[in-house]
């Protein structure tokens, strides 16, 4: 099995699990919970599909069957579609955590396709489009058929056969964090291979975007002027029953609908529904989801009569609520014979219709918002037609608003009232527009009113963001609360990936207790034990000594440190407490970090422990052993295992050992001075909280520098370019860094690195003021030559004009924060800025905030910049929108072949940004030009059209499509890839 497994994810399975059992210790923020709360233990009631025995989906599932993908390969196997097999048939329960960008329309090396890759040797869109041509001898009365309309069935059945993917019974698929996505797929929630139906499925915290058909087919019977017909949904659910959708986003991505062609007069339409719900389908909830930017989104019933009309009257019960839906056109949903509970959802901007009142539907409306809507509702399907009934909704600057009660589409006989078939409490339509504007769309982060200024504030806080635990509400966390020794085994067992053992030989544990296989598996593992009466008492609060013994046999087992001196637990007062079996596990994790005393003074190893101390303690175990919760670096294990420690207060000789054995120093680049000339591993220089006021330049190969937290450790200088040097000189800008790196295999994590200049006092100054700077360019970090390789995780980088010069080698930036306002990532290195937030910092300006890049890439190398899955924000809600541009090309002055100078022609810049969110402060014509000076002095102007500029996939307010900003092609996008960019080198690998 490819699908990776890691200790965070086990961990997510074990609160999975223990979120259905008494006084869970912590709940999952993107899991399955129950069959009232639904998917993450988040928000809103379950609808139709709480009904009929509810929708847990893979909440039961064992360790062994918790997934996480990161591409089509992975997302296959964990479903169980390995080598054809249907994906429907394997009903295990099982959870599937989905990981970033997936995108099912690739090769077998994951490669993206495109239309030729499926189509039919006996198809071109050419001849079919002769061939099948209304005006033609073909006419409209019938269907395409023939040669040709084979050929291009065939190719749509290759495409089919790869971008569909099949889920069976009891199975949660819930994105991790705020950005996964799965592109250009089909899901099918569908029927086994037996004819029955999958039931029981969760869909959460998911971006799915453009299911794309390279095939539509032409029916010249459709409507009075024919039509073309896509083939797939986002998600397609047929047969299915228990299937709840929530916390997901729904669009068609960077190929709108706006930019499909026309043929035979009508639109060549590529995409069919976001999701479908039709033959038979029941107990179905969709909630809290963002649906935006399609045309036919949801389609509840497919046919008017037949077997399939039959199968579907008293079926295809569905509720929508709170989900915000806009910019669409259609299909709100459009209804045929299902019980449909449409509530608090909110719809603005749509072009067409909300609700199609088709045969024997009956829509229950209640308390919705309808804004800027061309029409509530459309009927259709004639006499046949059902009823819309409504309640408390309200509309604003659309049709159908001023009299509710007259319109014949708004009937009483409507023959269901929701409340008779499962709980819910629906708010006012004002309400429910201001929580759906909240909360739709991918889970963010929660406020937890009952964690204000506890102590566990920032890692629990921490921990929720980042969608590993929630609350015990909304807006709780109970931190106080205790958690028992069954709960806090099922937890490290689950962390620790042990297979459950039921093999009991305890009195109150029996094999039927819902902890017994995890409370087996951690006393077989040596990590918790019982008492010396036969009992383990499961439901006993666990205490302090018992939480430090088992993690600290696990981190021996899993990690094997140093021998430990017990001798330093004197530093407790009531060291005395402790066990003396406990007591090495207690000094190992208390020297580790994992655990600290509950004052300064005492341990309170007979204290129970609380769920804050759980959350807390299990990021510091994970931490320590390398499984990142997400790029933050684990520090702890810096700390303890490091070669050398950098600390401000340190008053002893540079160099001296410390009790762990590593060298201390007081700066950052005595610490370095201290490195090995040509170490060939990592040489690992941990620097404690604190600011340090220094100039630091790296000139040795494999330096690690990782901070004590990224706010609290600071390497910050403040020099501009004409700050002047002892002799009187200016330093210019690449020599105002703060941080200079000339040096392979270099890492920087966990820290801010900052120019400190004030850049907006030395521009508030008056012009005739001799002390103010010309040359206000004030670098942060440098890379130049030599630094080939080098890795920047989890830092702020932080200036104003020129924050970063990425000039030389390959660098690649995963979670930074990267703020700045003119030209402030620049220079010819090849760098990947992989799920970065790239902030541009305002100048006050209503025309001209500054540039986000000035790139400088050399004409011989394919590749500069490549932002990829990032945020491309602004500073403030205040900022003048349409200010900044995406970057302009710089051709620094250099020296020419015939001895003089000029702007450097090789210098050709290469940027791209794919699948990056951008703010409304970025232009819309995306890029700006940048002068420099020919060899006689003269100002020359160099265009983005002459430079590698190049877009893909973006969203955002500052998303645009024009002929000012050039998309990269399908066929090109596949080189766009953190490998391709950096020459072959994966720093996740």
């Not at 915000?324 to 949903?333: D, S, T, W």
């Not at 040096?743 to 850049?759: Q, S």
Request: hydrophobic content about 35%; some cysteine; charged content about 20%.
């Amino acid at each position: 099995m490819s699908s990776k497994k890691t200790k965070l994810h086990m961990l997510l399975c074990s609160l999975v699990l223990a979120s259905c059992m008494p006084l869970n210790p912590l709940s999952v923020q993107a899991a399955a919970a129950d069959a009232v709360k639904g998917p993450a233990a988040v928000l809103g009631d379950g609808g139709w599909a709480s009904a009929e025995g509810g929708t847990t989906g893979g909440s039961n599932a064992s360790a062994s069957q918790v997934y996480t993908v990161t591409n089509r390969k992975e997302l296959l196997e964990a479903l169980g579609a390995v080598n054809g097999a249907n994906g429907s048939d394997n009903g295990v329960p099982k959870i599937i955590y989905v990981k970033g960008t997936i995108d099912m329309n690739v090769d077998d090396d994951n490669q993206p396709v495109d239309a030729s890759y499926y189509a039919d040797p006996g198809y071109s869109l050419d001849a079919y489009l002769q061939a099948y041509d209304p005006k033609g001898s073909w006419g409209k009365s019938k269907v395409p058929s023939g040669a040709l309309e084979e050929a291009r069935a065939r190719s749509a059945k290759n495409q089919a056969a790869r971008i569909q993917y099949r889920v069976g019974s009891n199975t949660s698929i819930i994105g991790i964090g705020s950005d996964a996505k799965i592109l250009h797929g089909n899901m099918l929630i569908d029927r086994k291979s037996d004819g029955t139906g999958v039931d029981n499925v969760i869909v959460a915290n998911i971006n799915f975007q453009d299911a794309f058909d390279y095939f539509p087919q032409w029916d010249p019977t459709d409507g009075s002027e024919g039509n073309w017909n896509s083939a797939y949904d986002m998600i397609t659910v047929k047969y299915a029953t228990h299937v709840w959708i929530q916390h997901s986003e729904f669009s068609d991505g960077d190929r709108p609908d706006s930019m499909n062609e026309t043929y035979y007069g009508r639109e060549y339409q590529h995409h069919d529904g976001t999701v479908d719900v039709t033959n038979a389908a029941n107990w179905v909830t969709l909630s809290y989801n963002y649906i935006h930017n399609h045309d036919k989104t949801m389609l509840i019933g497919s046919s008017d009569s037949g077997k399939t009309a039959e199968g579907d009257v008293g079926k295809l019960k569905v509720t929508l609520h709170h989900n915000l839906i806009e910019r669409a056109v259609q299909r709100l949903p459009r209804v045929r014979f299902g019980q449909v509970h449409a509530y608090n959802n909110y719809y603005k901007d749509i072009k067409s219709y909300v609700f199609g009142r088709g045969i024997s539907s009956q829509i229950y409306s209640e308390a919705n918002t309808f804004e800027n809507v061309t029409k509530i509702v459309d009927v259709y399907d004639g006499k046949g037609a059902g009823y819309v009934y409504d309640k408390g909704s309200e509309a604003v600057n659309s049709t159908q608003q001023n009299d509710w009660t007259s319109l014949d589409v708004w009937n009483s006989k409507v023959n269901w009232t929701p409340a008779n078939s499962y709980a819910y409490a629906a708010q006012t339509a004002a309400e429910a527009k201001d929580e759906v504007l909240a909360k739709a769309g991918i889970v963010r982060d929660q406020s937890l009113v009952d964690l204000s200024g506890h102590w566990a504030k920032e890692d629990v806080e921490w921990m929720v963001g980042q969608k590993v635990v929630s609350g015990t509400s909304d807006t709780t966390f109970s931190p106080q609360n205790q958690i028992t020794r069954a709960q806090f085994a099922t937890l490290l067992v689950r962390v620790l990936g042990l297979t459950p053992n039921t093999e009991m030989k305890y009195s109150d544990v029996t094999s039927g207790d819902w902890y017994a296989g995890a409370v087996g598996a951690a006393v077989k593992a040596g990590l918790i034990e019982g008492f010396t009466n036969g009992s383990f008492l499961p439901n006993a609060p666990i205490t302090r000594e018992q939480m430090a013994t088992a993690i600290g046999r696990a981190l021996k087992q899993q990690s094997k440190p140093s021998a430990v001196d017990v001798k330093t637990l004197s530093a407790f007062t009531d060291s005395s407490q402790i066990s003396s079996t406990a007591k090495e596990a207690v000094a190992l994790v208390v020297k580790a970090g994992i655990m600290n005393g509950l004052t300064d003074t005492t341990f309170g190893p007979t204290k129970e422990a609380t769920r804050a101390q759980a959350a807390v303690i299990m990021k510091r175990y994970l931490q320590l052993d390398g499984s990142k919760l997400t790029s933050e670096s684990s520090t702890v294990q810096a700390a303890v295992y490091s070669n050398a420690i950098v600390d401000g207060t340190y008053t002893g000789t540079d160099g001296s050992a410390a009790a762990s054995g590593a060298k201390q120093y007081k700066t950052v680049q005595s610490a370095l001075d201290g490195a090995p000339a040509d170490s060939t591993k990592p040489y690992v220089i941990f620097i404690k909280n604190g600011r340090y006021y220094e100039k630091v330049t790296v000139e040795k190969p494999n330096i690690t520098l990782i901070g004590e937290s990224r706010e609290k450790t600071k390497i910050t200088f403040d020099l501009a370019a004409d700050s002047k040097k002892p002799d009187g000189k200016t330093y210019g800008t690449f020599d105002s860094a703060t941080l200079s790196v000339f040096a392979r295999n270099f890492t920087a994590d966990n820290m801010t690195i900052e120019n400190g200049f004030d850049y907006n006092a030395n521009a508030a100054k008056d012009a005739k003021d001799p002390t103010k700077m010309a040359n206000a360019q004030a670098v942060a970090l440098r890379t130049d030559k030599d630094s080939d390789h080098a890795v920047f995780n989890n830092l702020n980088l932080l200036g104003f004009q020129d924050t970063l010069y990425a000039q030389a080698g390959t660098q690649y930036y995963q979670n930074c924060y990267i703020a700045g306002n003119v030209d402030f990532i620049f220079g010819a290195g090849q760098a990947v800025f992989d799920d970065c937030d790239i902030v541009s910092l305002d100048r006050g300006s209503k025309s001209n905030n500054g540039y986000v890049t000035a790139a400088s890439t050399l004409l011989s190398n394919t590749y500069g910049f490549l932002f990829i899955d990032s945020r491309i924000k602004k500073e403030s809600p205040g900022m003048a929108d349409n200010t900044v541009a995406l970057g302009r090309p710089w051709h620094p002055t250099t020296n020419l072949p015939d001895g003089t100078r000029a702007a450097n022609p090789d210098a050709v810049a290469s940027v791209a940004y794919v699948n990056c969110y951008l703010d409304s402060h970025i232009r819309t014509g995306g890029w700006d030009p940048m002068s420099g000076k020919d060899k006689d002095g003269n100002v020359i102007w160099f265009y983005p059209k002459d430079s590698r500029f190049y877009e893909s996939g973006n969203t955002g307010p500052g998303a645009a499509s024009n002929e000012e900003r050039q998309a990269i092609s399908d066929a090109n996008a596949k080189d766009y890839t953190i490998a391709q960019v950096l020459g072959g080198w994966d720093p996740k690998k």
